[in-house]
């Protein structure tokens, strides 16, 4: 049985990147920004990027603006992944934390795009230590765990203590947390919570990554109120709440 892209944690897309038309994907990566802000994944931050699809050692992303205000492929900057710099050293401001997607592409060339965000929804469950769990269909690409990235205890002497990921250094350990082994292509985790901050996520699309990043956040808001009715009611006291199988998936 094939396993569906979007739900399975270990399914991959079938189109062969390589062979993406730039310009659609560059239009399509702008539409991408729109959709995750009408979902509230992103606000005025948060930011989705993807991989060049005939360049490798390349990523694009929007300049330092809101996602919702992206408008044309002049707002789009391509990045060297070796170092997240700009390709056009006269480019625009970009994004401070533009380090979590450099890292990502230099780590697992099967991912192809990233997100990242700070939804509301998801934000109790980088908090409160209550673990992320898929309670229903559409969020089995969870898997059976979702890690936690804690920035505070990497951090060295001198420097900012801010939580963002504002350095390389830093983005290889986010980078690193979404699998224990470097042996693969796609990481062991479609999702990693970061401590006090938010999520990133990832696919070998730009449809799968904006599927996991709202469908996470949906996931979150579905657990957050199925724990809260049963801590309340007193009219279901068998009721146990139970994340899914793994056969579920």
């Not at 696919?203 to 996931?219: D, L």
């Amino acid at each position: 049985m094939a396993l569906d892209w979007y739900s399975d944690p270990k399914a991959t897309a079938a189109p062969d990147w390589s062979k993406q038309d730039l310009k659609k994907l560059r239009h399509t990566l702008i539409t991408a920004n729109h959709i995750l802000h009408h979902h509230s994944i992103v606000d005025a931050y948060g930011h989705i990027s993807i991989r060049h699809p005939q360049n490798p050692d390349i990523y694009i992303m929007c300049g330092y603006m809101a996602p919702g205000v992206v408008s044309s492929s002049d707002d789009l900057i391509e990045y060297y992944i070796k170092d997240s710099s700009p390709v056009d050293p006269d480019a625009k401001k970009g994004y401070s934390e533009r380090f979590i997607h450099g890292e990502m592409f230099r780590k697992w060339s099967g991912v192809n795009c990233v997100i990242h965000s700070h939804a509301e929804d998801v934000l109790p469950f980088v908090t409160s230590g209550v673990p992320l769990v898929p309670v229903f269909h559409m969020a089995g690409f969870l898997g059976t765990d979702v890690p936690i990235f804690d920035i505070a205890k990497i951090y060295e002497k001198g420097e900012q203590q801010d939580l963002l990921v504002r350095n390389a250094r830093i983005g290889t350990h986010l980078a690193s947390t979404f699998a224990k082994s470097n042996e693969t292509d796609v990481p062991e985790h479609t999702v990693v919570l970061m401590r006090r901050h938010g999520y990133t996520t990832h696919g070998p699309s730009i449809e799968s990554a904006v599927y996991r990043a709202i469908y996470t956040k949906i996931n979150a808001s579905i657990q957050t109120n199925a724990m809260t009715l049963k801590a309340s009611s007193n009219l279901t006291p068998k009721f146990e709440f139970e994340p899914l199988t793994e056969e579920m998936w």
